[in-house]
């Protein structure tokens, strides 16, 4: 299986910062990954897919970007509501495989 | 717009077997795959696999082959997991999410559903 690392495992971050989140896949993906976000207790939603298209209704203040190996989820500025969990999936192979997700908590 | 709607919670003792319901309006359960993903408790999203709704074939991750078991009922537009022989480690919240082909990403998702193992 294609193994997906996030960095960092956690951050903490005020109001208005720019925060960018990484996911490295173990082998090319080409742009097979999509980002989505994770508030407690609720499911995930989708942001972004195929490394940096948005999905219809998400802010854009979220973007993403990379392609191959190494991606970025970029949060331009942060609001209040965007303090959750992220995680990246790659949907290259057959097993599609997410990270271990990384906590936007308030700092 | 698709709508997913799971079951309500579940608590189950050891060896016992479950079924999670995924019920889809808005639009035909056929016109897309059903992927289901399992979260523990305090821990990450886990890709269990996902059923093909043209064909019915289920295709199954590593690690969730044997117990788990993907169906459908298109006259009803719902999907099914059930688990058998639960275990305590099987507690979890799990979700359905319709599989956007051929790209793969999942949106919507159902709400989740908590199913709990415990004797």
């Known amino acids: 299986d294609i193994q997906m690392t996030q960095s960092p495992s956690s951050l903490s971050a005020s109001v208005g910062d720019r925060v960018t989140i990484t996911c490295r896949a173990s082998?090319?993906?080409?742009?097979?990954l999509n980002w989505y976000q994770q508030k407690a207790g609720k499911a995930p939603k989708l942001l972004i897919y195929s490394a940096s298209s948005l999905q219809s209704g998400v802010p854009s203040r979220f973007s993403g970007s990379g392609s191959g190996t190494d991606f970025t989820l970029t949060i331009s500025s942060l609001q209040p509501e965007d303090f959750a969990t992220y995680y990246c999936q790659q949907s290259y192979s057959y097993s599609r495989t997410f990270g271990q997700g990384t906590k936007v908590e308030v700092k | 717009q698709v709508q997913l709607e799971q079951s309500g919670s579940e608590l189950e003792k050891p060896g016992a077997s479950v079924k999670v319901s995924c019920k889809a309006s808005g639009d035909t359960l056929s016109s897309y795959g059903l992927t289901w993903v399992r979260q523990a408790p305090g821990q990450g999203l886990e890709w269990m696999g996902w059923?093909?709704?043209?064909?019915?074939?289920?295709t199954y991750a590593q690690g969730f082959t044997g117990r788990f078991v993907f169906s459908l009922d298109t006259s009803v537009s719902t999907a099914y997991l059930q688990i058998s022989s639960l275990k305590a480690e099987d507690t979890a919240v799990y979700y359905c999410?319709?599989?956007?082909?051929?790209?793969?990403?999942?949106?919507?998702w159902g709400q989740g559903t908590l199913v709990t193992v415990s004797s």
């Open positions: 059923i093909n709704t043209n064909t019915g074939n289920p």
């Open positions: 082998q090319s993906i080409s742009s097979y």
């Open positions: 999410a319709r599989d956007i082909d051929p790209l793969h990403f999942f949106d919507p």
